[in-house]
């Protein structure tokens, strides 16, 4: 396809004079890994070579759009958003360090270092032998994937505590992209979302440092997803989400203050509760709660706290929370 007829080109032309920050991708891993390895999105797929196919030429595609929309705005701003969860060994064993490094290679690096360090992951080749020649790449994609960004989109839910276990598959051939001997086991002592994810707001930190640390000349960054599902009956009862938010915002103010990651802006997931892809209507994220049959938003206590501490623009998050 010629860059002057793609789809970022089009978008690009129409909105270009209105629009200056441009994410190319959102998520590019659960679009591949989730959708053709895991099955859980579309197209419910379980696959191997085809899963980290997909993974790569999303990539790619990134790589064309940033250059169709700097040809067509030169002035906007460019960059990409990754799901990004730190893998840490669930304990000290060599197992379970092993572990959090597939954990990383999959759900981590198989990005950020192609996007952000202009080449393939150290490993990915061996984890992946039998189950894929990663024939797919070609000359020249690192250079298009690597394209110099304006910015980074960083969203973070949980960390993942790794544990070593045999691979489902004797037959390596037969592995999918997701099945690389590890499972994520609970934390004692750690408080779990309705979705059963962990909160650990030092993942963020430990995310933003890491990033920094690992390649230079990192662009600017933006958590432009952080979130907890938390339902409760009644709107105005809500301190797990305003203690997530705080916590979370007091874990990236430290990355920028003790790292001196550059980070520009956080944003909260979500405004108002929404559709889930394959989770539905169930998870509630919402600053606000949907009645759904109704369409009724009602501000939750999370939404009034956080209106109140951006009202004050010092630039600090106070915890604050009913009840604690």
Same mark, same amino acid.
């Given at each position: 396809?010629?860059?002057?007829?793609? @789809?970022?080109? %089009?978008?690009?032309?129409?909105?270009?004079?209105?629009?200056?920050?441009?994410?190319?991708?959102?998520?590019?891993?659960?679009?591949?890994?989730?959708?053709?390895?895991?099955?859980?999105?579309?197209?419910?797929?379980?696959?191997?070579?085809?899963?980290?196919?997909?993974?790569?030429?999303?990539?790619?595609?990134?790589?064309?759009?940033?250059?169709?929309?700097?040809?067509?705005?030169?002035?906007?701003?460019?960059?990409?958003?990754?799901?990004?969860?730190?893998? %840490?060994?669930?304990?000290?064993?060599?197992?379970?360090?092993?572990?959090?490094?597939?954990?990383?290679?999959?759900?981590?690096?198989?990005?950020?270092?192609? %996007?952000?360090?202009?080449?393939?992951?150290?490993?990915?080749?061996?984890?992946?032998?039998?189950?894929?020649?990663?024939?797919?790449?070609?000359?020249?994609?690192?250079?298009?994937?690597?394209?110099?960004?304006?910015?980074?989109?960083?969203?973070? @839910?949980?960390?993942?505590?790794?544990?070593? %276990?045999?691979?489902?598959?004797?037959?390596?051939?037969?592995?999918?992209?997701?099945?690389?001997?590890?499972?994520?086991?609970?934390?004692?002592?750690?408080?779990?979302?309705?979705?059963?994810?962990?909160?650990?707001?030092?993942?963020? @930190?430990?995310?933003?440092?890491?990033?920094?640390?690992?390649?230079?000349?990192?662009?600017?960054?933006?958590?432009?997803?952080?979130?907890?599902?938390?339902?409760?009956?009644?709107?105005?009862?809500?301190?797990?989400?305003?203690?997530?938010?705080?916590?979370?915002?007091?874990?990236?103010?430290?990355?920028?203050?003790?790292?001196?990651?550059?980070?520009?802006?956080?944003?909260?997931?979500?405004?108002?509760?929404?559709?889930?892809?394959?989770?539905?209507?169930?998870?509630?994220?919402?600053?606000?709660?949907?009645?759904?049959?109704?369409?009724?938003?009602?501000?939750?206590?999370? @939404?009034?706290?956080?209106?109140?501490?951006?009202?004050?623009?010092?630039?600090?998050?106070?915890?604050?929370?009913?009840?604690?």
């Amino acid at each position: 396809m010629c860059i002057r007829d793609s @789809y970022a080109t %089009v978008v690009a032309d129409r909105l270009g004079d209105r629009v200056r920050d441009w994410i190319t991708l959102n998520e590019p891993y659960v679009s591949s890994i989730a959708g053709y390895a895991e099955g859980r999105h579309a197209p419910g797929a379980r696959e191997g070579h085809g899963a980290l196919a997909a993974a790569h030429h999303l990539l790619i595609g990134h790589g064309l759009a940033v250059a169709a929309l700097r040809a067509a705005a030169p002035e906007a701003r460019v960059g990409i958003t990754l799901n990004l969860s730190p893998a %840490v060994p669930a304990t000290g064993s060599a197992a379970d360090a092993a572990a959090a490094n597939r954990m990383d290679l999959l759900l981590n690096r198989q990005f950020t270092d192609p %996007v952000l360090g202009g080449a393939y992951p150290d490993g990915f080749e061996d984890l992946y032998a039998g189950v894929s020649d990663l024939s797919f790449r070609r000359d020249g994609d690192l250079e298009l994937i690597g394209a110099p960004l304006d910015f980074l989109g960083v969203n973070y @839910y949980y960390r993942i505590h790794a544990a070593g %276990v045999p691979y489902e598959q004797s037959d390596p051939a037969l592995r999918t992209a997701s099945d690389i001997g590890v499972r994520s086991v609970p934390r004692d002592g750690v408080p779990l979302t309705d979705l059963g994810w962990p909160v650990e707001p030092q993942g963020l @930190y430990d995310t933003l440092t890491g990033l920094a640390g690992r390649y230079p000349g990192l662009p600017p960054v933006y958590v432009t997803e952080n979130g907890i599902a938390e339902l409760r009956d009644d709107p105005a009862d809500d301190p797990a989400r305003i203690r997530f938010v705080a916590e979370h915002v007091a874990a990236a103010a430290r990355a920028v203050t003790d790292a001196g990651v550059d980070l520009r802006g956080y944003f909260y997931w979500s405004l108002i509760d929404n559709f889930e892809w394959a989770r539905g209507y169930g998870p509630r994220f919402g600053l606000a709660h949907v009645d759904y049959p109704s369409g009724t938003r009602t501000p939750r206590a999370s @939404y009034h706290w956080l209106r109140e501490q951006l009202s004050r623009r010092t630039g600090k998050v106070v915890l604050n929370v009913p009840g604690s």
